[in-house]
């Protein structure tokens, strides 16, 4: 198996270009989600679902849109890149149980101009 | 919203010392309490979890302790290595049946050999 997986690793955008970070995962877990990672501020959820064709705001889900068309995949897309957005970017799933273990993707640097 | 904080922010310990990490929670109804560890440039890793019928788990040098009338719970290393480096998160599972985890903002642990 390989996990949760994340496409790409790095990007760097320029202010105002649209992008879409993909996630996979072969576990066939219910719920995903993503999160950002910036210095200091530990990790802050963005949107997550909760199954396919849900989805959920999570805390900070200004400028960004997400799709769970499949339930292997859930998708990150921003539609206008803003520095402020310059972040790193990890998936995460679980299985829809309690007390089970979140696991993470590899993340995804991206750098907005 | 449940609000987690972790303290401390970085914490220097020498090799074979002990070290302390600990987390204050707000939802007195939160069950679940979920550490990870994140080393350099990879994805944060679940390291030991504690659900808030049991007070103590561990898992030879790592242990957490719960104190659900206080609403905090510690990690606690022993006999640190220069391996244990890394970035540690506490969290909190929201309730709700989405299984989302609140996390603290971090400790950046140096173990100096």
């Known amino acids: 198996n390989a996990g949760v997986t994340q496409t790409p690793k790095f990007r760097v955008l320029k202010t105002g270009q649209s992008m879409t970070l993909l996630c996979a995962q072969d576990m066939n877990h219910e719920y995903m989600y993503w999160y950002r990672q910036d210095p200091g501020m530990g990790l802050r959820l963005i949107h997550y679902?909760?199954?396919?064709?849900?989805?959920a705001k999570g805390e900070v889900p200004d400028g960004y849109n997400v799709s769970r068309l499949k339930k292997q995949n859930f998708l990150l897309g921003l539609e206008s890149a803003a520095p402020s957005q310059t972040s790193v970017y990890f998936c995460?799933?679980?299985?829809?149980?309690?007390?089970?273990?979140?696991?993470f993707g590899p993340g995804t640097r991206l750098t907005v101009l | 919203g449940e609000n987690v904080e972790q303290h401390p922010s970085t914490l220097s310990v020498q090799e074979g010392d002990s070290a302390v990490i600990k987390c204050t929670y707000s939802d007195s109804a939160s069950n679940y309490f979920p550490w990870y560890k994140q080393e350099l440039g990879k994805r944060p890793q679940l390291i030991i979890d504690i659900r808030s019928n049991v007070g103590e788990k561990k898992d030879q040098r790592i242990a957490v302790t719960l104190n659900k009338t206080a609403k905090h719970f510690s990690l606690h290393i022993t006999e640190t290595q220069p391996e244990d480096s890394a970035v540690y998160f506490c969290a909190e599972r929201e309730q709700g049946g989405s299984e989302k985890l609140v996390f603290g903002k971090g400790t950046k642990l140096t173990v100096n050999p």
């Open positions: 995460a799933s679980i299985k829809a149980s309690s007390y089970n273990e979140q696991f």
């Open positions: 679902s909760v199954g396919e064709g849900t989805t």
